[in-house]
C-alpha cells in the first residue's frame, strides 16, 4: 500500500526557510517521478515542483522559481522541498505526490507565512 507522510511545515515569517520532506512507502520510489503539489486556504490544487526518478530533471511554476529546490534521496525513498524566502501568499498546505494530479498524496504538511 503507498504511503506518503509529510513533515516540516509551521509558522515563519515572510522571507523565512522551511524545508519539508516526505518519506515513502508501498511502491518503489527510485522509479518514478514525484510531486509537490500545494492547496491555499479557498483554492484548488495547484502544482509547485516536479523531479525526475532519478533527481537531474526539475521543473517548478513559475512563482516559486528562484526560491524552492526540490530534491530526493533515493536511498531513503525521501522527497525534500526547500522552501527559501517564504511569502504570504506561499501559505498552504503541501502534499507530496506520485502524480502531477496529485491523486496518490500524503495528509499533507500546514505551512503558514506571515508576519
Known amino acids: 500500500q503507498v504511503q506518503l507522510v509529510e513533515s516540516g511545515g509551521g509558522l515563519v515569517q515572510p522571507g523565512g526557510s522551511l524545508r519539508l520532506s516526505c518519506v515513502t512507502f508501498?511502491?518503489?520510489?527510485?522509479?518514478?517521478?514525484m510531486y509537490w503539489v500545494r492547496q491555499a486556504p479557498g483554492k484548488g490544487l495547484e502544482w509547485v515542483s516536479s523531479?525526475?526518478?532519478?533527481?537531474?530533471?526539475?521543473d517548478y511554476v513559475e512563482s516559486v522559481k528562484g526560491r524552492f529546490t526540490i530534491s530526493r534521496d533515493n536511498g531513503k525513498k525521501t522527497l525534500y522541498l526547500q522552501m527559501n524566502s517564504l511569502k504570504p501568499e506561499d501559505t498552504a498546505l503541501y502534499y507530496c505526490?506520485?502524480?502531477?494530479?496529485?491523486?496518490?498524496r500524503g495528509q499533507g504538511t500546514q505551512v503558514t507565512v506571515s508576519s
Open positions: 523531479i525526475s526518478a532519478g533527481g537531474r530533471t526539475t
Open positions: 508501498g511502491f518503489t520510489f527510485n522509479n518514478h517521478e
Open positions: 505526490a506520485t502524480n502531477r494530479a496529485a491523486t496518490i
